[in-house]
């Protein structure tokens, strides 16, 4: 769901960077004492399979944004949401400086859309549908990671509309459209891929997995 580089309003992203800067401050900070050191590898393999995910996408809306699997549910899932906007920052600013993948003007509100807004979206549908006992874990796991998504692609068409690129109705309109099928196959993949995560090295003494 990159936003390219060029076609926001100063007003929508220079507060959203600001924003980005604080929340990522925060999150170095709290993964200095929090964070077990012998998670920082594994973190390190977890960007690389998210980016190679991020990587299969197409344009929507006539390149005002683009389609593809995000992948901050299954950041937050694993390690939590302060380590996970490490994570997905990581991507996409290698996307955004190496690749031009969103570009540098842009780059504060996709920081703010998928490093922080997607993983706080996933851990706290997490965290509140593991609070009733009748929905499994891995249904949990689903909803939180569609979710992540689909509030992502209204957050998205917010943004568009007050740059003035296009009316949020219609932004709304094709992006949820198309958003509502990515996150399925988020939602599977993150389900797939968190059980077998778990067996293998992520299976560490990580105290801010929310799946301990």
Not at 38 to 66: D, E, K, Y
Not at 119 to 126: S, Y
Not at 162 to 167: A, D, E, H, N, Q
Request: aromatic letters at 10%.
């Amino acid at each position: 769901m990159h936003i390219p580089d060029g076609i926001l309003d100063p007003k929508v992203w220079a507060p959203s960077a600001v924003v980005a800067a604080a929340v990522l401050a925060k999150s170095v900070q709290y993964s200095k004492h929090r964070l077990e050191y012998r998670a920082v590898p594994v973190m390190g393999v977890m960007s690389a399979f998210i980016f190679a995910s991020q990587m299969i996408n197409f344009p929507i809306l006539g390149a005002a944004t683009s389609g593809h699997l995000i992948g901050g549910a299954l950041a937050a899932l694993l390690f939590g949401f302060w380590p996970s906007t490490l994570i997905m920052s990581t991507v996409i600013a290698i996307q955004a400086i190496v690749f031009q993948d969103g570009g540098i003007t842009a780059l504060g509100t996709n920081l703010l859309n998928m490093a922080i807004l997607a993983p706080g979206i996933a851990a706290l549908t997490f965290r509140l549908l593991r609070g009733l006992p009748f929905i499994p874990r891995s249904a949990a796991v689903f909803v939180s990671a569609w979710l992540s998504v689909a509030v992502l692609s209204i957050v998205a068409a917010v943004e568009l509309a007050l740059s003035g690129v296009i009316p949020f109705g219609t932004a709304a309109k094709a992006l949820l459209f198309w958003h509502a099928f990515i996150g399925i196959g988020e939602g599977i993949i993150t389900v797939i891929v968190i059980p077998f995560a778990l067996r293998s090295s992520f299976q560490f003494a990580n105290k801010e997995s929310m799946l301990q």
